[in-house]
């Protein structure tokens, strides 16, 4: 079956770049996510690229596609406090059969 | 105005009893969704309903049944509950297929 793996913690200083990493199985994908969710909170979508597509950026995340490696990572410039949180890859074929990751823990260290 | 909102936020029952969950959505979705999240963050998806119709079934067992009276509501049934059930349960609606949006969740604890 489909599978998404994600490495599930990650630490950076205030103000560094954040490079969260994701792979999946699935080559029939055609929805690729990312989430956040901050604790005692439901998931929020951060943002979303097709399959069709290599880069996605919006302010501060960019999100890159590798779909040859089904490599998907999300960069988050000068990352803040506010952003450490658990961020979930999922992916869809067409907004069907959603298949999330286990999460990347981000601690931001002041 | 909440988007997809649940009750309730925490629950509480001993190990045999029944409960639901309730779930509303006012963003005029077509589609809902039940996902479940263990405590070790790990998120499944249980159920989506399309226009009332049970579209996805993962292999959750028969104790828990959706139950969706109107487009806009989406409610979980949990029968003869165990231990194993205690989780935080989300409740989801998407219109667009790239965009879902959850609800706060229901914190499930059995005793």
């Known amino acids: 079956g489909e599978d998404v793996e994600q490495s599930l913690f990650l630490s950076v200083r205030e103000g560094d770049s954040s490079v969260i990493n994701c792979t999946y199985t699935d080559s029939s994908s055609t929805y690729l996510y990312w989430y956040k969710q901050e604790p005692g909170a439901g998931l929020q979508l951060l943002t979303y690229i097709f399959s069709n597509m290599d880069m996605k950026q919006d302010q501060r995340l960019t999100v890159l596609l590798n779909k040859k490696d089904k490599h998907l990572s999300l960069r988050i410039a000068d990352t803040q406090t506010g952003d450490s949180a658990i961020y979930f890859c999922?992916?869809?074929?067409?907004?069907?059969?959603?298949?999330f990751g286990p999460g990347t823990r981000l601690s931001v260290l002041p | 105005d909440t988007a997809v909102s649940q009750t309730p936020k925490y629950l509480v029952t001993q190990m045999g009893n029944d409960k639901s969950i309730k779930c509303e959505q006012n963003?005029?979705?077509?589609?809902m969704y039940w996902y479940k999240q263990d405590s070790k963050k790990f998120l499944k998806i249980m159920f989506s309903?399309?226009?009332?119709?049970?579209?996805i079934n993962e292999t959750v067992p028969n104790r828990f049944s959706p139950k969706s009276p109107d487009k806009a509501h989406l409610n979980l049934h949990i029968n003869s509950l165990e231990l194993g059930d205690s989780a935080v349960y989300f409740c989801a609606s998407s219109q667009k297929a790239y965009e879902q949006y959850f609800g706060p969740g229901t914190r499930l604890t059995v005793t």
């Open positions: 963003l005029g979705h077509d589609t």
């Open positions: 309903y399309n226009n009332k119709e049970l579209i």
């Open positions: 999922a992916e869809s074929m067409k907004g069907q059969n959603f298949v």
